[in-house]
T-cell receptor
Framework: DTEVTQTPKHLVMGMTNKKSLKCEQHMGHRAMYWYKQKAKKPPELMFVYSYEKLSINESVPSRFSPECPNSSLLNLHLHALQPEDSALYLC?????????????FGPGTRLTVL | QKEVEQDPGPLSVPEGAIVSLNCTYSNSAFQYFMWYRQYSRKGPELLMYTYSSGNKEDGRFTAQVDKSSKYISLFIRDSQPSDSATYLCAILTGGGNKLTFGTGTQLKVEL
């Protein structure tokens, strides 16, 4: 199984809602990542988890809250988002988060904040 | 200066053409270079991964790294309409688990 799955595919939420994005992998990878991608822009790193511990937070606002409950799952909890947070949210995984790794991406969740 | 720079295009070529996509980078210490392909509204798909200088070939795709010029290239031979996508160069920075992308080049291969 070489797939990274993300749910939901699409999400529309209001600024007062609380929602969560989910990422799952069964490749035995121990590093997992959240990226944000705006239209016609490259992905921008948000968070990195290595062996279920948060290792990088790229100064992301606290309205985004990541969680790694086990080695196969990565969640991104959303609360009080702004319309400018509308984007494609991508999950990626790599073997162990070291130099020789390659990152494999999921299909993304397209988020619209009204 | 940005860590990675890439011409955004768009680039339009006829079917069967050889396509050359390029990026430059700023830090000579970078060693791990990747090319991703991204179709519209999909996640990036890893195409090629190269370490240090030299060429790497996979089917119709060749990745080239010139560390002396800090220049990386992706060549696509016999381009097909199905190659129409955005191509992103990426470099592993920040100690190994931070991937920094170029802006992406939008490619259209026309019949």
């Amino acid at each position: 199984d070489t797939e990274v799955t993300q749910t939901p595919k699409h999400l529309v939420m209001g600024m007062t809602n609380k929602k969560s994005l989910k990422c799952e992998q069964h490749m035995g990878h121990r590093a997992m990542y959240w990226y944000k991608q705006k239209a016609k822009k490259p992905p921008e790193l948000m968070f990195v988890y290595s062996y279920e511990k948060l290792s990088i937070n790229e100064s992301v606002p606290s309205r985004f809250s990541p969680e790694c409950p086990n080695s196969s799952l990565l969640n991104l909890h959303l609360h009080a988002l702004q319309p400018e947070d509308s984007a494609l949210y991508l999950c990626a995984t790599s073997l162990a988060g070291v130099n020789t790794d390659t990152q494999y991406f999921g299909p993304g969740t397209r988020l619209t904040v009204l | 200066q940005k860590e990675v720079e890439q011409d955004p295009g768009p680039l339009s070529v006829p079917e069967g053409a050889i396509v050359s996509l390029n990026c430059t980078y700023s830090n000579s210490a970078f060693q791990y270079f990747m090319w991703y392909r991204q179709y519209s509204r999909k996640g990036p798909e890893l195409l090629m991964y190269t370490y240090s200088s030299g060429n790497k070939e996979d089917g119709r795709f060749t990745a080239q790294v010139d560390k002396s010029s800090k220049y990386i290239s992706l060549f696509i031979r016999d381009s097909q309409p199905s190659d129409s996508a955005t191509y992103l160069c990426a470099i592993l920075t920040g100690g190994g688990n931070k991937l920094t992308f170029g802006t992406g080049t939008q490619l259209k291969v026309e019949l």
